[in-house]
């Protein structure tokens, strides 16, 4: 019987599978004969694709309205993989040698490819992922975080499930580091109990024990982290549990992706987030108006953070060359540029400073989308900065 | 923990673990008749999923977008065994694994092309949504006993097509003697393009079930293979009947480790560190499971040595 041989082989498969589809990935690039060369690793396939997506083509209608035909940006799908992600850093410092890199969703990937990339003299720009790890102690001075430190957000969702007069919660991230900071962000700010505490499995799609405890726990409310498709599974499931429980989470819960696949089932959910297509600026107003133009979408929370990481970038390329390392780090922590979130600015760790809105979920015609209702934390920066020698 | 959350747990588990099955029963009814592994298994599944949303969206109704699921999925397994798995059956088993690993990046990048990359929406129907209260006072999702219906007729009717009826006898003979059964004048080319629409067929239906309740996008079907490699290697290659065992026992271990371990690390551990380990011990237990399995069973629990 060849039945060893068949157990070798499919385990040789699937190895061989992760292998292949990092081969097979193509570099995009935009513009000629670059200046200044980006690579972007982000998430384009698989359960975390519409986060990568959105944080693609964000970025790249940034790159566009430039006008600025001396960026060269290198896309590479990573799957939500580290080890890909760590192949592709590599091919995309060595044979492409780029000047900066951008991109990453997840955490885990963060922390894999990160500290390497800025070890090798290259700047890290964060459209998203902002592990604990790399705020504190970790900081360093390639490393930039456009988007938020990971906890921030939790944390604001933490101080309204407070304000609610909620006082009995479950909460419940997915078991990798931004699931970690996400429980760590919501602990620091709540005070009331914890009814329970859970942590799933990053890219789990049921939540049927999970949401068996949820009922038998006796909590008044649920606060969740779940990105992607995890947010979309759970948010089904639980609104068919017949649990009517309030539920509170961060933005990244309740996307504009999100809020399309599950309908109706979130209307009302209140979600913190340091933007909202609703915000109140000239920038927010024609990226939304152009993101929309162009891709035939709302965009995310995810899009907005792309769009402002290329704008940080095309900012600081007006002011030093990169070439001058110096005068290019020293140009991006002017942070010189319209963010679409309005104020923002870069603390010590050079993570943002910036407000944390409270959003609710609404129906505009037959489109699930976010409004802001209230300002949650006001010019808040992280817990974090205070450990960074920068 | 209360007897109630048990036993809630419990259906958890058998429902997960039915869902498995008709994932499983196709991949190991395509291995134990034709010898082939079909990693594109997963993308019967998506291709289910999203005949179902697509349907669901056009029509409004539920049964037609099962009906699509199982057409589509039939449909495009057989499409995919007349053009290229046929010419895979006498070909080494690598060489299998790197054709249909070519069609899972097919069917990705065609639903991507066709669908776009952004989840799209299925929702349960509202004859089917809510909880029903099941004796003794569980409160249970109505769709998920369903599901748990659904899938143990699947496999009643499986067990019945194999063992009493005509073309049960010859994907048995299949099994056994595939030169016999052609020398014996069954049409052997038909029968295999029959045995694999089936198994598709299965998936299909396996993945419009399941995307009503979690979220329909592109690569939603790797995840599940992988898990159904795990069933089927547990139940023993070939068997149906392993298989089924293979799944609740799956099912039902994932389910209840999730469930029990941060429990009983929290009994003498700090609650947050407790969480943390027994959920990253629970995602383990799985394949700890299989590997027992095999020590004991190299061939699994109903596989022929």
């Known amino acids: ?390 | 923990m209360s007897t109630i959350l048990l036993i809630e747990q419990l259906l958890n588990g058998l429902q997960f673990g039915v869902m498995l099955f008709l994932m499983a029963a196709g991949l190991t009814l395509i291995f134990g008749v034709m010898g082939l592994i079909n990693l594109a298994h997963g993308s019967l599944y998506m291709v289910g999923a999203f005949a179902a949303a697509g349907v669901a969206g056009l029509t409004g109704s539920f049964a037609l977008a099962l009906i699509a699921s199982l057409a589509a999925a039939a449909m495009f397994g057989a499409l995919i065994e007349l053009t290229v798995i046929r010419r895979l059956y006498k070909r080494d088993h690598l060489d299998q694994v790197l054709a249909t690993f070519a069609l899972i990046l097919v069917f990705s990048e065609g639903t991507r092309w066709a669908f776009g990359s952004f989840p799209l929406f299925l929702n349960i129907p509202d004859m089917l949504s809510g909880t029903v209260m099941l004796p003794g006072g569980i409160e249970y999702s109505l769709y998920r006993l369903t599901i748990i219906g659904i899938g143990l007729l699947v496999a009643a009717g499986l067990f019945l097509l194999i063992s009493k009826t005509r073309v049960g006898m010859r994907i048995r003979a299949g099994e056994n003697d595939r030169e016999m059964i052609s020398a014996l004048g069954v049409d052997i080319s038909v029968l295999y393009t029959l045995v694999f629409a089936l198994g598709a067929a299965l998936a299909g239906l396996s993945g419009a079930l399941v995307g009503a309740i979690q979220s329909v996008e592109v690569g939603m079907g790797e995840p599940v293979l992988i898990l159904a490699f795990v069933v089927i290697v547990i139940g023993g290659i070939g068997s149906i009947k392993g298989a089924l065992a293979g799944a609740i026992l799956v099912g039902v271990t994932d389910t209840m480790g999730r469930t029990l371990l941060p429990v009983i690390f929290g009994s003498f551990m700090d609650p947050s560190a407790a969480t943390s380990v027994g959920s990253a011990l629970a995602s383990m237990l799985i394949y700890i499971l299989m590997a027992g399995v095999l020590v004991f069973k190299p061939t699994g629990l109903f596989g022929e040595a």
């Open chain 1, 1 to 390: 019987m060849n039945f060893k041989r068949i157990v070798k082989l499919g385990c040789g498969a699937l190895g061989a599978a992760a292998a292949v589809m990092a081969l097979s990935t193509a570099a995009i690039s935009e513009g000629h004969g670059g200046d200044v060369k980006i690579g972007m690793i982000t998430t384009l396939t698989g359960g975390g694709a519409g986060l990568g997506i959105d944080i693609r083509d964000g970025f790249m209608l940034a790159v566009e309205q430039s006008g600025k035909d001396n960026i060269e940006v290198f896309v590479e799908d990573d799957q939500r993989k580290p080890e890909i992600a760590v192949q592709l850093a590599d091919k995309l410092i060595q044979s492409e040698q780029v000047d900066i890199m951008t991109g990453i969703v997840w955490s885990n990937l963060a922390l894999a490819v990160i500290p390497s990339a800025t070890a090798q003299g290259k700047f890290y720009i964060s459209p998203n992922a902002g592990p604990t790890q790399l705020a504190g102690r970790g900081c360093h001075e390639n490393y930039f975080n456009v988007a938020w430190q990971n906890d921030n957000l939790h944390e604001a969702a933490g101080a309204y499930t407070n304000s609610a007069g909620l006082s009995n919660t479950f909460i419940l991230a997915p078991n990798y580091p931004a699931g970690q900071d996400a429980l760590t962000g919501f602990k620091r700010m709540y005070e009331g109990e914890l009814a329970g505490e859970v942590y799933t499995r990053l890219g789990q799609t049921d939540y049927a024990a999970e949401i068996a405890q949820i009922r038998a726990s006796g909590a008044d409310s649920v606060f969740f982290f779940l990105p992607g498709g995890m947010g979309i599974s759970f948010l089904k499931q639980y609104a068919d549990s017949g649990i009517d429980l309030p539920v509170v989470g961060p933005a990244f819960s309740f996307d504009q992706g999100i809020l399309q696949a599950v309908g109706a089932a979130a209307l009302g959910v209140k979600n913190t987030s340091q933007w909202s297509k609703d915000i109140d600026n000239a920038a927010n107003a024609a990226f939304v108006e152009t993101f929309e133009a162009k891709y035939g979408r709302l965009p995310s929370l995810y899009a907005s953070q792309g769009f402002d990481a290329a704008n940080l970038i095309i900012s600081a390329m007006g002011k030093a060359d990169i070439t001058d390392q110096d005068a290019f780090r020293a140009a991006l922590l002017e942070a010189d540029f319209d963010s679409v979130r309005g104020d923002f600015e870069f603390g010590n760790n050079q993570h943002p400073i910036q407000d944390i809105y409270v959003r609710e979920v609404i129906q505009e015609g037959d489109v699930f989308t976010n409004k802001i209702v209230s300002t949650g934390l006001t010019d808040h920066q992280d817990i974090y900065a205070a450990e960074c020698a920068l």
